[in-house]
């Protein structure tokens, strides 16, 4: 189908566009970019005025629940959960059950996600066999199935010797590996440590359990020159390790979740189990710190860190419940949010979740590299148009997600996506013409 899109704002953050524009789309590129010409005759048009045109997002953390969690979340659910946030590619930990250690495994998630025509799927494969931190996985056979990396997703490596061996390996290769920063014997808590913590009664989690974890690995790092991409940082200390390893000149990437550049550790309130999240909210100063470090690249990329639980596992005291929320349906609306209160220009926040995720997967790409995460003519049409003036509420009973607990319930959002295009296709659409 050819379409073209007429009068939208086109923002690419990669080329630093922000202008009104049209753009024609035909086999599933992008044929024409600001002006088109008349000779070019869509199969439909799609009026964009009064919207933004931006590159699909893309999501470095984003949970399925497939194979093995079924029941808090399906592809086909959490897919059309993407198109409605206006995600068009998203990266998958390995902590399905079973684990993504076998390249059938990664084969059969790659060849459902496709049959549904959504969102393009980047799996991690497991830095270890089972995740159990024993045994290396066959890099080379998953990375052949489709694996954009290596993760051991929330389970620490707590054997050094291994990590140490699959930071070798996966230098020698060029594999990246994706670790969360966490110590396993300090990191068990279920709230960050604190006064809040302990005046609730509620283990906590130290900030020296992340800063531990980053000193080993920034150890490794410096030893096997792997490249690392550091999922989820959390604290202001480890912040100011990570602007430490980069100006060292260290091989690392980091991203930090939308939950964490909102959220504080009194947003628990009495106990409010939507609150329970990995790694654990911390106070204020560790959110703004989160919050400055990612409007000056610091921090690479915000992710939504998309985690569907069901009702039986969230609705339990807060120590037992299952950690996790849903969130690929408020990526963009939550990122616009931070970039309205830091000041900053649109082009710059859409930078976070188009551009600057794109870099850190960076080869993994392959042919895709080259245009996924920005707008660019011969490159794919992967779109996300929005209205940036209109404003929602986030009802979670609406969500498209399996999964209905977000911390951000009865938040007024702006950015409603009117749109979203994968591959020329239109994959979502609420009130176009």
Known sequence: MKILIKNGRVVDPASGRDARGDIAIAAGRIVALGTVSADFTPNRTIDAGGLVVAPGLVDLAARLREPGHEHEGMLESEMAAAMAGGVTSLVCPPDTDPPLDEPGLVEMLKF?????????????????????????????????????????????????????????????????????????????????KGPLATRMGLSGVPVIAETIALHTLFELVRDTRARVHLCRLSSAAGIELVR???????????????????????????????????????????????????????????????????????????AEAEPGATGLELLLGLALKWGQDSGLPLVQTLATVTQRPVAVLGEALGSLGSSTGRIVEGGVADLCLFDPAAHWTVTPSALRSQGKHTPFAGYELPGKVTATLVGGHVAFEAGLG
Not at 119 to 132: I, S
Not at 252 to 264: A, M
Not at 269 to 279: I, W
């Open 112 to 192: 459902r996600t496709r049959n549904l025509s959504h969102a393009r799927l980047y799996p991690l494969g497991a830095l270890t066999r089972g995740l159990k931190g024993e045994a290396l996985t066959e890099m080379a056979e998953l990375t052949e199935a489709g694996c954009v990396g290596f993760s051991q997703a929330e389970v620490a490596c707590r054997d050094t010797l291994v990590l140490h061996r699959a930071l070798q390996y996966a230098s020698t290769f060029g594999y990246p590996v994706w670790l969360r920063p966490n110590d396993s014997w300090l990191g068990n808590g279920v709230a960050a």
């Open 244 to 318: 430490a390893a980069k100006a060292e000149g260290l091989p690392v990437t980091c991203d930090v979740s939308v939950n964490h550049l909102h959220l504080t550790d009194v947003d628990i309130g009495y106990f409010d189990a939507a609150m329970r999240l990995t790694p654990p909210l911390r106070q204020q100063r560790d959110r703004d710190a989160i919050r400055a470090a990612l409007a000056d690249g610091t921090i690479d990329a915000l992710v939504s860190d998309h985690t569907p639980v069901d009702e039986d596992a969230k609705n339990l005291p807060f």
